[in-house]
């Protein structure tokens, strides 16, 4: 995938994307892609991604994550059938929780957004620990997550401000 990455534009050090058309359906009256179409397609993405690094599919039975805070700063706007690459990564591993990072890309940056994520036992709501082989598989796919945090604020000193 990565010779469509240079086609859209994308800046090193993302490690996964999806490929997507804007839909009629996602955008306003004026043609522009609606900002909730952004919060769909980082969503496809993290769920892409998620599965990639062997998290569970959603039950009540497997522990889940729920974002505890989100994000997004439009650089450029979009509209419909602009096709766009949608990039994730994690840039921040906690002790219940992470923190990802999406981009849109078309002919360069288009928006950008982040989540931090707790993950939950879906029956109860408890928060629970990483497991240690998804911790694994994220950092084997995103090592920059591994990076030492910013003591009491939670975020990775290399992930862009929004």
């Known amino acids: 995938m990565t010779s469509d990455w240079a086609r859209f534009g994308v800046e090193p050090g993302w490690s996964f994307a999806v490929r997507h058309r804007v839909r009629w359906s996602e955008c306003d009256p004026f043609g522009h892609a609606n900002h909730r179409a952004y919060f769909e397609w980082f969503e ?3 769920n892409r991604y998620l599965e990639a690094v062997g998290l569970a599919p959603l039950s009540p039975d497997n522990p889940g994550p729920v974002i505890a805070e989100t994000g997004i700063r439009y650089h450029r706007p979009l509209v419909y059938a602009d096709e766009i690459l949608v ?6 591993l906690g002790h219940t929780s992470f923190e990802m990072e999406y981009a849109v890309w078309r002919d360069g940056l288009c928006a950008l957004g982040r989540a931090v994520l707790i993950l939950v036992i879906n029956a109860t709501g408890e928060k629970t620990p990483l497991p240690p082989e998804l911790r694994e598989r994220m950092l084997a796919r995103d090592p920059a997550a591994g ?3 910013i003591p009491g604020r939670g975020h990775s000193p290399r992930a862009r401000n929004l």
């Open 44 to 46: 496809e993405a993290r």
């Open 87 to 92: 990039t994730a990564r994690t840039v921040r």
């Open 147 to 149: 990076e030492a945090v």
